[in-house]
């Protein structure tokens, strides 16, 4: 059983930045490929960015240049630097952990609104 836990959320203008945690209880982190996912209101959720075990990475085209999915193994968390935000980044941010089965946290509210 994995627990994840999503802090950093809340509210901000546009342009600015938010950087998310994910802290992990996985006795074996750094095997699992980590991803970020989002749902605003009335949508599905999407992927919006992921890291491998060897910290390859990948962004949904929406966020690419503005957001930086980054892990810290011997922390057992992953980041999500979020740069330029805009309105349409609203959403509850999901932290994933993908290995034989996939882990989700609670959510962590994301607001951009002047």
């Known amino acids: 059983q994995v627990q994840l836990v999503e802090s950093g959320g809340g509210l901000v203008q546009p342009g600015g930045s938010l950087r998310l945690s994910c802290a992990a209880s996985a006795r074996l982190f750094s095997i699992y490929v980590m991803g970020w996912y989002r749902q605003a209101p009335g949508k599905q959720r999407e992927l919006v960015a992921s890291i491998s075990a060897s910290s390859g990475t990948n962004y949904a085209d929406s966020v690419k240049d503005r957001f930086t999915i980054s892990r810290d193994n011997a922390k057992k968390t992953v980041y999500l630097q979020m740069n330029s935000l805009k309105p349409e980044d609203t959403a509850v941010y999901y932290c994933?952990?993908?290995?034989?089965?996939?882990?989700w946290g609670q959510g962590t509210q994301v607001t951009v609104s002047s």
């Open positions: 994933n952990a993908a290995g034989n089965l996939n882990y």
